[in-house]
């Protein structure tokens, strides 16, 4: 799910749909309008699953999708090779999220409350609790 918002509303620390991947906005540049036209942004953000780098430039004005972000916290069942087995504290759902590849990795045990992100139908686990 997501929402359209106008390219210059974006603020850098946002969230915003760059190629079909949700990304992190790092850095916003605005260029003034001339003569004949409308001021541009180019706005640089990295995507959430895969941290790679995307940039476009669009007019002001334009519409971008801004993805909806649901936070919620879960329960570490079992550390997997590739995934964890999650299960979610509220409606006790048990489910499979991807293995973390960063400095989180060490902290995870079974047991442990995470707080995992749901955005466009992906599934990361952001932070140990």
């Not at 499979?96 to 466009?120: C, M």
């Amino acid at each position: 799910m997501s929402k359209p918002v106008d390219v210059g509303d974006l603020k850098v620390g946002s969230y915003v749909i760059v190629d079909d991947a949700p990304c992190r906005i790092v850095e916003i540049t605005k260029s003034k309008p001339g003569k004949h036209g409308a001021a541009k942004a180019r706005v640089v953000a990295i995507g959430v699953f895969d941290n790679l780098k995307r940039s476009f430039v669009k007019p002001v004005d334009a519409k971008v999708d801004m993805p909806m972000i649901e936070k919620k916290t879960g329960q570490i069942i079992a550390i997997l090779p590739n995934s964890l087995q999650l299960m979610d504290l509220e409606s006790y759902e048990v489910f499979e999220a991807p293995l973390p590849e960063d400095e989180l990795k060490p902290r995870l045990s079974e047991g442990a409350e995470v707080e995992y992100w749901n955005i466009l139908g992906k599934t990361k686990v952001m932070r140990v609790k």
